[in-house]
């Protein structure tokens, strides 16, 4: 189940279930969004990314689903595995060139073997 | 793939010392990097963008007298946290952009602790 700790929403998972993680983002000029993971003591690693233009892209075992109408990304992954116990972010800029990057609250996933 | 180095990975030090970040690009050309701060269970906020050769700009709420930047070259920015003090402890993370890659990489952090 999902519940909210004190600062960071956590997913807990089995192993093998597919996982839905949750991002809103809040600027509506946004035009390109990446998901990174982040694992204990360890920097952001990039995940996969998609442009305004699209409304889903799928990679593998991952897929991003992009609702722009109420500004609402969601990164699903299939048969999760407990290597993919990590923190996940969301994050958004106005282009895909030079700019900064805004990231989202995160999710920790948890999986359980 | 794209690497992006920091150094030290960790480092504990006394209040009111000083304490110099490194951050490389080891195989590619950053005109500009990013330095975020991460604190337990929170997300990563940005504190300056630096690009070479030029001052960085920094974030509202960061102050740039502590917080000193320096892009000298397109591979190498250091983040030095002068006179450090306890609430300064933190995860410091840069990135890097790669215009000719067109994204940005991130380093693997560096862990401060102030005594």
């Known amino acids: 189940g999902e519940s909210v700790g004190l600062h960071l929403p956590t997913l807990s998972v089995q192993e093998g279930d597919n996982s839905i993680i949750n991002c809103a983002y809040s600027n509506s000029a946004s035009d390109y969004f990446i998901w990174y993971k982040q694992e204990s003591g360890k920097g952001p690693q990039f995940i996969i990314d998609?442009?305004?233009?699209?409304d889903k892209r799928q990679g593998q075992r991952v897929t991003v689903l992009l609702n722009k109408t109420v500004k609402h990304l969601s990164l699903q992954i299939a048969a999760t595995q407990p290597g993919d116990s990590a923190v996940y972010f969301c994050?958004?800029?106005?282009?895909?060139?030079?700019?900064?990057?805004?990231f989202g609250k995160g999710t920790m996933l948890l999986v359980s073997p | 793939g794209a690497v992006v180095s920091q150094h030290p990975s960790r480092v504990i030090c006394k209040s009111g010392t000083s304490v110099k970040i490194e951050c490389r690009s080891l195989d590619f050309q950053a005109t500009t990097m990013f330095w975020y701060r991460q604190f337990p269970k929170q997300s990563l906020m940005l504190m300056a963008t630096?690009?070479?050769?030029?001052?960085?700009?920094?974030e509202q709420g960061v102050e740039k007298d502590k917080f000193l930047i320096n892009h000298a070259s397109l591979t190498l920015s250091t983040l030095t946290v002068t006179s450090a003090h306890p609430e300064d402890s933190s995860f410091y993370i840069c990135?890097?952009?790669?215009?000719?890659?067109?994204?940005?990489?991130f380093g693997p952090g560096t862990r401060l602790t102030v005594l």
């Open positions: 998609i442009r305004s233009n699209m």
């Open positions: 994050a958004e800029k106005v282009n895909s060139g030079y700019s900064t990057l805004t």
């Open positions: 990135s890097a952009y790669g215009t000719s890659l067109g994204e940005q990489f």
């Open positions: 630096s690009n070479e050769g030029s001052k960085a700009t920094y």
